[in-house]
């Protein structure tokens, strides 16, 4: 069993940055895709960005030239650097992993969310 563990987040006002950090633990042996989604109060989880284990990044167009998703490959983690955080940034961030334990099997592995809210 694969799991997710998030970092970071929290209260920031308009334009202010923070940044996420999430770690796979278990059994694993690969790793391909890793991302961050986002659900708002009321809405719809949502892509924020991801990132394939070539490091080719792929970024909501909300998002785009203010968050930064990067990954360590030798320690397995993925960070998002979020700049110039708007009110509408504020939602709980989920992060994503997905791969292949040792025995072969294909994982998809969520963590429990982390709050960011930004206030104007």
């Known amino acids: 069993q694969v799991q997710v563990m998030e970092s970071g987040g929290g209260l920031v006002q308009t334009w202010g940055s923070l940044r996420l950090s999430c770690v796979p633990s278990?059994?694993?042996?690969?790793?391909?895709?890793m991302g961050w989604y986002r659900q708002a109060a009321g809405k719809q989880r949502e892509l924020v960005a991801v990132?394939?284990?070539?490091?080719?990044?792929n970024y909501a167009e909300s998002v785009k030239g203010r968050f930064t998703i990067s990954r360590d490959k030798v320690k397995n983690t993925v960070s998002l650097q979020m700049n110039s955080l708007r009110p509408e940034d504020t939602a709980v961030y989920y992060c994503?992993?997905?791969?292949?334990?040792?025995?072969?099997?294909?994982?998809?592995?969520w963590g429990q969310g982390t709050q960011v809210t930004v206030s104007s």
């Open positions: 990132i394939s284990s070539a490091g080719t990044s």
């Open positions: 994503n992993a997905k791969g292949l334990t040792i025995s072969g099997k294909e994982f998809d592995s």
């Open positions: 278990g059994v694993v042996f690969s790793i391909n895709d």
